[in-house]
Structures are given as structure tokens and as C-alpha cells.
């Protein structure tokens, strides 16, 4: 290869954008979004990109892809399959808090591989907080793991992070500006990364449970506190605590033809929260609801408690919640707080009056007053304003309470519709997804595409939830930016680099240090410019900086595309950047945990790579 290139006017323009995108992306003082559609518009008017091409990249493969993989997301939250899993994990793990987070590390790690990180780590927050509130780990000693594993996870398909999925264009587009004799670079397939985001997902494991581990805070400093950590919480401050578990009601059973109400003020008795007669499951059923043999109460409370009363009261107790699995599902229900403000028309009335299970679908569970917790005969307290009210219900519930204005929500809760019950439907479809872009007749983007479709017509989202799923600040940062790369490439300015570079290192410089430096380089730019940025300028030089070192161009191609996720340290990693806030970690924290983890993934990446390759 020529690596004596003279320096162009095209090439020093095509440079001064990259210098200019890097430039406003560290010190932010423009959106990134808004910075790349500004060099989109500059490549155009200096005529760097022709017209036609200019905005191919909002079509192409990678942007459908990414959308596609959003809403894939955002159907499999609506079916709360993730919150399903945290109970799966707490039983696997039996307590053991090394257990637990291999586990939870480990499943996010490959649920990782075929959703976008950030999505995932969405996902997982609450799982994460979930999982702390029941077992007392310290919420900082669960997420930084959670998210190495989630990045490092995304190595293991070519649709786990957006860089991988920018990669096959970003190949595809290199062929036309290859010298004459260069093999044509073929893109690559669905699971070609897999035994390299194997070693990076197992040296991830490995660092915390050695390594890792023993820099991380055992407590949390107060800042950790997150919406969905409700359940150590009502526990503290009203002592509602406790699992819920299923009392099936029997012959001899002296509940047999009492209302519910007359069954909750029964000495002893748990809170009762839903009940099934014949084929009809409630939650927040009325107080006159009657209850029948072989009828089915939905109780919580602490297990002696939940024990003693059914033994008393002849009721058969389930832990597994065969009958209101779908209806606690923490997706879809849950407690919560409300204010009742000075306008409310609930002021003087009580529970009982107001109805609140028959005509909202609420359960009121305790009421806070003056900072004292009202919770004997609560549905017999006349409302104050200012009352705060502790709630059952299902959200979707809440939210028409809420709309009413007589009461004023203080709990985070999910505002869409979620649809459990769509759980096997949702899996099926993402199973054929999957299947379909391990085909090679098919570009993944139709097979994740064909996925959206299926959820859209099997009702698990609907075209408005699809539309809001969809990150329009990551599809506009690498549509805009798609350009750049193709710029640099076309106009020489990446060979011309690699040249420079190639003649400036001492003869017989090894491959493998060439591609450890490329992996460095890489790592800081996307410090500056995220992921996405880093990947489209360092792929045309890493292919041209092999072509000039005999190297492979697409394994130097490939170690840019996973170490342009490799950002442990900072928040212009958006997953990073989603657990600062929760975990209360300083920058100095992220340095001391994720530097060493950042070598360790560099080193791990380039040695499979050449197994590989």
C-alpha cells in the first residue's frame, strides 16, 4: 500500500470535521445529537458526501436495526419478563450473596446480546434494586458488575451494541475505496463475535468476584436510593413487609360464606389483597365480596403470620403464586404512596365511605398522619389533607385515581399498560426473531423488523408505545455521523493516517502491538465521542492501518467496533452513565474500578481476536 499519500484539500477538510466533532463532543456545550446533524449539514455543503448519500444513512441496515432492537425491548418490559427473572434468581441463589450476583451479572450479561445495553441496564435497574431491598447487598456492590456484564455482554452478537451493528455497513461501505488486489471484506455474521464476548463476559465475572469486588462500597451512602427499592421501604416506615403467597380456602373453613371485609378483621389477619371465586381473580376486591370454598385470597404479610392464620382458619397456603402471578407482578402492581391535597373532595370521608376497592380498584393499606402510622381499622379513618395513604393496586388503576386529582401520587411508578399475560407470546415472537437473523438469506434488520411487526400485531405493543420506545438521540447521533465515516474513507484521509502512522513505528513493529494501540486509541475516543462517534471514524483508519501492516482488516475492524464500548470510567458510556445517579459513585470510584477492567477487556479482545483471525 502507498503510504506516502499527499495531504489533499478533501483530506484536511474531512480531519478538521473529525477535530471539530471531537472537540464539541468533550465539552459539550452542544447536544451530541445536534453537533452531528450540523456535521452532516457541513459535509453536504462542502460537498464532501454527494447529495444522494448524504442522508442514506437513516436507512440503512445499522439505524433500522438499532430501532428495531429498541422496541424488541421495550415489548419484552411490557410483559415483565425481567421482573419474573429477578424471583428466579433470588430462589437459585438460596441466600448466597457470590451466588446471587454471578448469577444476576452472568443472565444480564447474555440478555445483553441481543438488546441494545442501554436497554438492558433499564431493564435490569429495577431487578438490581429489587434484589437489594430483599437480601440488604448494597445497591453499589450490585450495579457496577451488572453493567460490565451488560457491556461486555453485547460482544457476543453482531446486534448486542450499536457499534457491532454499525460494523457490517461500515465494512460493506469500505469496499469501494479499497486499493486494486485487496480482498473484498465480506460482513460478518450474526454470531461470528461469540467466543470473544464469552472471554469478555467471563473476565467481567472473573475481575469482580477476585478483583473487583473488594473495591466496592458495602454500603450505601444514601444517594443509592431508587423508586423501585419500595419494599425495604414500606417495611421501615409503615412495617408493611412480607411475601405474598396464595390461602386457599377449604370445606371447614369458618371464612366460608363471610364477606372480605369481615375476614380482614379477624384477629391475626394478613393483609388480603385479591381473591378468585369461580373463574373470576381481582385485585383490591370489595369488602363485600363474598368467599367460597375452593375461593383463592391473595395475602401478605410475614410468613409465621400468613402460617398462623391459615392454620387457624383451615386455608391452604401456597408460596407460588399459581393464581395472581399475573396480577403481582411487580410490572403490573405494587404499593405506593399518595398525598391527599387541601382540595380533595376525600376530606372527611373514610375508606369504607369512599369505596376505594369497588369503585378504584385501591387498596388502602395504612395511613400516615403527623407522622404517625395509622393501620388498625384503616378503612374506618376519616381523610384528612395532607394525609399520606399507603396503596395496593394495579398501576394502570392508580393512574385513573391519580387523573382524578383527589389524590396526589409521590411513588415512581410504570405509567404504561403492562401486559403480562403476553409474556409467551412476546417470547415466541422474539424466538423467531432470533432465529430468523441466524439465517444468511436474510439482513438482520428485516428479521428484527419481522419481530416488531409480530409484537405490534399480537398486541404486546402498540404503534404509539413502538413509536416512544424508539432513543430518536441515538438514531440521529449515528445517522448524522454515518457520513463522517464514509468521508474519511473516500476521501483518503484514513489511508493517508494509517500511512503516516505505519512510518513513523520502527520496522517489524508486531501486528498484535499495532492492534492493542488500536484498541487504546479507540477506548479514548470514545471517552470523547461515545461509542457510536469512535466507531465510525476509527473503523476506515483501522482498515487501512492493517491493509498498510499486512493485517486483516476486518479482525482491526472488529477490535475497534467492541473497544469502542469499552468505557468503564465515565458517563459517556449511557450505560455507565445510568447507575451513577442510583449508586452514588464518584468519577475517582469508576477510575480505580473500571481502568483496570478497561485493560483487561483490551487484552481479552485482542488475544481472541487473533485466535480467531
Known amino acids: 500500500m502507498d503510504t506516502a499519500l499527499t495531504l489533499t484539500t478533501e483530506m484536511k477538510l474531512v480531519l478538521g470535521l473529525v477535530g471539530f466533532t471531537m ?56 410483559t415483565g419478563a425481567l421482573n419474573r427473572l429477578a424471583g428466579w434468581l433470588l430462589r437459585r441463589a438460596h441466600g448466597v450473596e457470590q451466588r446471587l450476583l454471578l448469577l444476576t451479572t452472568g443472565i444480564a450479561g447474555l440478555n445483553s446480546s441481543f438488546m441494545q445495553n442501554p436497554s438492558v441496564m433499564a431493564l435490569y435497574m429495577p431487578v438490581a434494586s429489587r434484589l437489594s431491598s430483599r437480601t440488604g447487598i448494597a445497591l453499589p456492590r450490585l450495579l457496577l458488575p451488572l453493567a460490565a456484564a451488560i457491556v461486555m455482554g453485547g460482544g457476543l452478537t453482531m446486534v ?69 427499592r419500595t419494599e425495604s421501604y414500606f417495611a421501615q416506615a409503615y ?82 403464586l399459581r393464581t395472581f402471578g399475573d396480577l403481582f407482578n411487580p410490572s403490573r402492581a405494587g404499593i405506593s404512596e399518595a398525598v391527599v391535597p387541601a382540595t380533595s373532595k376525600f376530606i372527611g370521608k373514610t375508606g369504607a365511605d369512599l369505596q376505594l376497592r369497588k369503585q378504584f380498584g385501591v387498596s388502602l393499606l395504612a395511613v400516615n398522619r403527623d407522622k404517625h402510622v395509622l393501620r388498625d381499622n384503616v378503612r374506618d379513618v376519616p381523610l384528612r389533607a395532607g394525609d399520606m395513604l399507603v396503596l395496593h393496586s394495579i398501576w394502570t388503576d392508580l393512574g385513573e385515581l391519580a387523573s382524578g386529582k383527589d389524590l396526589v401520587v409521590v411513588t415512581d411508578y410504570p405509567k404504561g399498560e403492562q401486559r403480562p399475560h403476553k409474556f409467551k407470546i412476546a417470547m415466541a415472537i422474539f424466538a423467531v426473531a432470533m432465529l430468523l437473523a441466524l439465517s ?17 400485531i399480537a398486541g404486546v405493543l402498540h404503534i404509539d408505545e413502538a413509536y416512544a420506545a424508539i432513543n430518536w438521540k441515538t438514531v ?11 468521508a474519511m474513507d473516500s476521501s483518503g484521509a484514513a489511508a493517508w493516517v494509517a500511512g503516516n502512522t505505519i512510518e513513523q513505528l520502527p520496522d517489524g513493529t508486531p501486528v498484535w502491538l499495532l492492534e492493542i494501540a488500536l484498541g487504546l486509541l479507540t477506548t479514548a475516543f470514545s471517552l470523547v465521542i461515545s461509542h457510536v462517534g469512535a466507531t465510525i471514524v476509527a473503523v476506515p483508519l483501522a482498515i487501512n492501518l492493517a491493509l498498510a501492516a499486512g493485517g486483516d482488516p476486518t479482525a482491526f475492524a472488529l477490535i475497534v467496533a467492541l473497544s469502542a464500548s469499552n468505557n468503564f470510567m465515565t458517563a459517556s458510556n449511557p450505560v455507565i452513565s445510568m447507575i451513577t445517579g442510583p449508586a452514588g459513585y464518584t468519577g475517582k470510584e469508576l477510575w480505580k474500578i473500571g481502568g483496570p477492567l478497561s485493560l483487561v477487556y483490551t487484552v481479552v479482545i485482542v488475544a481472541m481476536v487473533n485466535l480467531l483471525f
Not at 440521529?476 to 464514509?486: S, Y
Request: proline fraction near 6%; charge should be negative.
Open 23 to 78: 472537540v464539541m463532543f468533550l465539552f459539550e456545550r452542544i447536544r451530541a445529537d445536534v453537533v452531528a446533524l450540523v456535521v452532516l449539514v457541513l459535509l453536504g455543503l462542502s460537498g464532501l458526501v454527494e447529495p444522494d448519500a448524504l442522508f442514506s444513512g437513516f436507512s440503512g441496515n445499522a439505524v433500522i436495526s438499532i430501532i428495531a432492537t429498541m422496541i424488541l425491548g421495550a415489548g419484552l418490559d411490557r
Open 160 to 228: 448486542g451494541n450499536s457499534p457491532l451493528i454499525l460494523l457490517n455497513d461500515l465494512l460493506l461501505a469500505a469496499n469501494a475505496n479499497l486499493p486494486s488486489g485487496a480482498a473484498t471484506l465480506e460482513p460478518l455474521k450474526m454470531f461470528a463475535p461469540l467466543p470473544i464476548g464469552l472471554a469478555l463476559l467471563g473476565a467481567s465475572l472473573a475481575y469482580f468476584h477476585f478483583f473487583g469486588d473488594k473495591r466496592l462500597r458495602d454500603e450505601d451512602d444514601g444517594k443509592g436510593v431508587t423508586p423501585a
Open 239 to 320: 412495617g408493611i413487609d412480607g411475601d405474598v403467597y396464595e390461602l386457599t380456602v377449604s370445606a371447614d373453613s369458618p371464612l366460608v360464606g363471610m364477606s372480605l371485609g369481615e375476614a380482614e378483621a379477624r384477629i391475626g389477619a394478613p393483609l388480603l389483597l385479591a381473591l378468585k371465586t369461580g373463574d373470576e381473580s381481582r385485585l383490591a376486591p370489595p369488602a363485600d365480596a363474598r368467599i367460597w370454598v375452593g375461593s383463592v385470597l391473595g395475602a401478605m404479610g410475614p410468613k409465621q403470620q400468613v402460617a398462623d392464620f391459615a392454620q387457624n382458619h383451615f386455608l391452604r397456603v401456597s408460596a407460588r
Open 440 to 456: 444468511s438469506r436474510l439482513p438482520v434488520s428485516i428479521a428484527l423488523m419481522t419481530g416488531v411487526a409480530g409484537m405490534l
Open 476 to 486: 440521529f447521533l449515528m445517522a448524522c455521523l454515518i457520513p463522517l465515516g464514509w
